[in-house]
């Protein structure tokens, strides 16, 4: 349960004077706009300043990576994986792996599901801390918010880049294992930042949760039912918002999650500062994964040694597999048909499935809601166009 | 849960008339699935979301798959549930062929999930969804021709030079350069030994 | 109090703004390019070949044009051409070698799966990102000569890596020395009989195989 300073009242739908009942406006945000987070496009009709229909457009960044994934190897899909959602390369990476080791029946050792758990949780540090400096900077907070968050994430960003050797765009993770151990240098250098994040979140949470702008702005906008959120498939902290429980690491337990302790953080209104402050709670869980993670992280390979780089052929069959990203399910779904290359090769982003009641959530709001409700959606183009 | 046998069994006594058959996944996954005849489909997805011991509220995944040898297309969803946390039940539905019979219905009524990801499936492979609210391309753009995620789509001839083509690449190099077969381009051994050669 | 919320933001924002004047942790930006932070040892960026020798790159090019590589590469950036004839490796075996090697680094996307699949330990990854060309195509393209880099630079640049790899190899190459040796020791007891049963010096047969020549290095 999230305690707010300022009463809720949920989204309310102005009455339009008659006045100036008139001509219907219709706005194109987008492609090219800042606050569209990437090159996505809200076709909006306005009735003075109030939003009365949008629309969000497409395709702008599509690529067809699932045509890609079927005209590559397993293998020579990973790579493209980090270039879906591009602040989260290490979940992409493993939900991929999942759903390639569900396929086939290929085991993971020990010590790297526990590498995966602490990237994933740094993963959703990362993207969590992103998501709170961009909300901000949305909600016209300019810079400071957002450079302290970067500034934090940097910091994440370095751990993955002397880890993977890329700072973004990691390609980490193989079907059964991790590609590189983690030194002790680097396990202890990851656990220093991970003591020193809650101080960092401390901080962060001063300067801006208590926020009395803040909460004028964010609450009781853009307000997300429960059951709409379960019948539109939304996932991941926009879902938990609204009071659902439902996490896959609670629910699927896959990797170890079942080894640990952690608390799912819910929200008991469903707005935009609630899906602002889910994430702040979640970091802070993350923290306490994290924290264990590191106590914990057995010795041992950090690859099944029967597991196959090159020739890599699961037996026909298909599979889904999916987890928990920072910003929802991601998942796969896979078609073998025994030849190199998969038959089917679908991704289910969660950022373009979030973005189904982008148009209910705006509905009676103005245009500048309209601009913080996006950015408390989530999303990354890369993965919504795929 | 009950098994994917059983559960065809208990839609079967509930729907007489339905064709309902269980599609064996022989992979290590192990993932059955449920094939449906598509009329009384959305029946049937209602009667899952709203069945006490089942309730799959959560339509997570929906995509089409081309099927050239069945001679249809096909469209897969994957149902969960978030109220009793269980799943996945999985859905298939086939188009009679793959060119003028390609309607299916459209489930975004019983899931709102469905809208986005059905017409990505319309965009990408052209199954029509009847009363599917805003049938749409999404992906790509409206005036768009073919669809693309079909396995016999061929691509436009839109090839950009590269300095070094090979493969399917050069194969369309030659195709896009019949007649003057500039070095570098057709040729693909001594591209960097011809810088200048641009088109 | 209403407001209260805004003051305490601004204390933290005074605090940030008085640290970055002394705090390192909170002045955290480098002045590129005058100063330059320390690559990590993993960072990778395009690859390059490995060649034992600085003074004849080419000739003591690791690759051996298996184009697996070429092969594995998901965006098929690299164009390699085998050689018609042999010449000898580092360990002296005849090999063949690329005559044409290609990296397209505007379409490379810096993967590293070309290292992976590598049997030979050939191609690895470099470090060198400031690689801003005015020309889009040509200057773009690494050929051969561009690419081949000793394998000293190698530990330079990744020098944890690069000594594994050395000592991996030279186990294999003292493996494969021995067994060598034992194979062509086997041969040099088998061959009297041999020379005797035929009565003949020099039998086609007998001439001892290329392997069997010790290595070089």
Same mark, same amino acid.
């Given at each position: 349960m999230i305690a707010s300073g300022l009463q809720t009242t949920g989204a309310h739908v102005r009455e339009v004077h008659d006045d100036f009942h008139g001509d219907l406006l219709e706005v194109s945000m987008g492609p090219h706009h800042p606050s569209t987070h990437g090159v996505f496009r809200m076709q909006v009709t306005l009735d003075g300043e109030t939003i009365v229909k949008l629309k969000p457009v497409f395709g702008y960044l599509h690529r067809n990576h699932e045509k890609l994934g079927e005209n590559t190897s397993y293998l020579g899909s990973m790579p493209y994986t980090d270039r879906l959602d591009y602040l989260n390369s290490m979940t992409n990476n493993w939900a991929y792996a999942l759903a390639v080791e569900k396929l086939a029946g290929q085991p993971v050792p020990e010590r790297a599901e526990y590498l995966r758990i602490i990237l994933a949780e740094l993963t959703r540090l990362l993207n969590h801390t992103c998501l709170a400096g961009f909300l901000l900077q949305d909600s016209g907070a300019s810079g400071t918010p957002l450079m302290y968050a970067f500034r934090e994430r940097e910091k994440i960003l370095d751990l993955f880049e002397s880890l993977s050797?890329?700072?973004?765009?990691?390609?980490?993770?193989?079907?059964?294992?991790?590609?590189t151990d983690a030194s002790p240098e680097w396990l202890a250098a990851a656990k220093k930042l991970t003591d020193g994040y809650g101080a960092f979140l401390d901080e962060y949470e001063r300067l801006i949760t208590g926020n009395e702008i803040l909460m004028a702005r964010t609450q009781g906008v853009g307000v997300l039912k429960p059951d709409l959120a379960i019948s539109a498939g939304i996932t991941g902290p926009m879902l938990r918002a609204t009071g659902v429980d439902y996490d896959l690491r609670k629910v699927d337990a896959y990797g170890f999650y079942s080894r640990f302790a952690f608390r799912v953080p819910l929200g008991d209104h469903g707005d935009t500062y609630d899906r602002y402050m889910i994430r702040v709670l979640e970091m802070r869980e993350s923290i306490e994964i994290l924290q264990q993670a590191f106590r914990d992280l057995p010795a041992g390979p950090i690859m099944d040694p029967k597991a196959k780089l090159r020739g890599f052929r699961p037996k026909t069959g298909e599979a889904y597999g999916r987890i928990e990203g920072p910003k929802g399910e991601i998942g796969f779904y896979l078609i073998s048909d025994g030849t190199p290359n998969p038959y089917r090769y679908r991704v289910r982003p969660p950022s373009l499935i979030n973005l189904t009641v982008l148009e209910d959530l705006c509905l009676g709001h103005t245009v500048a809601d309209a601009v913080i409700i996006l950015g408390s959606i989530d999303i990354v183009l890369g993965e919504v166009d795929r | 849960m009950e098994t994917t046998d059983q559960l065809r069994d208990r839609l079967l006594a509930r729907f007489p008339g339905a064709e309902i058959s269980v599609v064996t996944n022989p992979g290590p996954a192990a993932q059955h699935s449920l094939l449906l005849s598509p009329s009384p489909a959305r029946d049937i997805a209602v009667f899952l979301r709203d069945d006490p011991a089942l309730r =799959?509220?959560?339509?997570s995944n929906v995509t089409g798959i081309d099927w050239p040898t069945l001679g249809c297309l096909e469209v897969v969803y994957h149902l969960y549930s978030m109220? =009793?946390?269980?799943?996945?039940?999985i859905l298939r539905l086939r188009t009679t062929n793959r060119t003028d019979a390609v309607t299916l219905p459209s489930l975004t009524p019983v899931w709102r999930a469905c809208e986005f990801q059905e017409r990505e499936v319309f965009d990408l492979y052209g199954i029509v969804f009847t009363e599917h609210p805003d049938l749409r391309r999404i992906l790509m753009w409206d005036e768009f021709k073919d669809h693309p995620m079909r396995k016999d789509y061929v691509e436009p001839d839109d090839y950009e030079w590269e300095p070094t083509p090979h493969g399917g690449v050069l194969e369309k190099a030659k195709r896009h350069y019949p007649a003057a077969p500039v070095a570098g381009v057709a040729d693909p051994g001594p591209a960097s030994a011809s810088p200048a050669t641009k088109p | 109090m209403l407001g209260s919320g805004l003051l305490q933001g601004l204390a933290v924002t005074a605090k940030n703004l008085v640290g970055s004047f002394h705090d390192p942790a909170r002045l955290t930006t480098v002045e590129y390019p005058e100063q330059r932070t320390k690559l990590p040892e993993a960072y990778r960026n395009f690859p390059f070949l490995v060649s034992e020798n600085a003074t004849d790159p080419m000739g003591t090019l690791r690759c051996v044009a298996c184009q697996i590589c070429e092969k594995e590469c998901p965006p098929q950036c690299i164009y390699i051409e085998k050689s018609k004839d042999k010449k000898p490796d580092a360990t002296g075996r005849p090999q063949l070698y690329p005559t044409v090697f290609d990296i397209d680094t505007s379409v490379c996307m810096s993967c590293q799966i070309c290292v992976e699949v590598c049997p030979f330990d050939a191609i690895k990854m470099d470090q060198v990102f400031e690689i801003a060309t005015t020309d889009r195509f040509t200057a773009l393209l690494l050929d051969r000569e561009q690419l081949a880099k000793p394998n000293d630079y190698y530990h330079t640049i990744h020098p944890t890596e690069a000594a594994e790899v050395d000592a991996r190899l030279a186990a294999e190459r003292k493996a494969a020395a021995e067994k060598a040796a034992a194979a062509a020791a086997k041969a040099a007891a088998a061959k009297p009989a041999a020379v005797a049963g035929l009565g003949e010096a020099g039998a086609p047969g007998s001439s001892t195989p290329a392997t069997t020549k010790p290595p070089a290095a």
């Open positions: 050797g890329s700072r973004m765009m990691c390609n980490f993770q193989r079907f059964g294992g991790c590609r | =799959l509220d959560y339509c109220a =009793l946390k269980h799943g996945p039940v | -």
